[in-house]
């Protein structure tokens, strides 16, 4: 097929942030603030992590990492800039992160703090 041009996205997706409900982990009560999100593949999403500081957590995706294409993480107006993905998002103090990905592959994807499983600190994601 010759002539044939590749296809390119149009725009600028990264202009196009859809904002998730911030994930909070409670340390009083054990407890993350949401249990599940509903994303779609190719859109731009910032997922903001928090912690009330009481309890050290960590929260893992390596699952939803690998199927995302990730621009960045921010700490503290600290740009991270991982090559490759990431595996988890640790909180020994109060504070917060942002995690800007986009979904590549749709499935569910589950999230959670190591440790903290059983007292309902899993969560899911359903990437359409």
Known sequence: IAGTLPAYAEGNFASQLTELEPLVMSGQDLSFSVNEYTLETGKYYKWRIESDGLEEFRVN????????????VVINDIE????????GVEFDDEGGADIYF??????NYEFSAPGFEERGMTGTFIVR
Do not use: F
């Open 61 to 72: 995706a390596p699952e939803l990492w690998r199927a995302s294409w990730i621009n960045q």
């Open 80 to 87: 991270v800039k991982p090559l490759g993905g990431i595996y």
């Open 102 to 107: 986009v979904p590549l592959m749709p499935g």
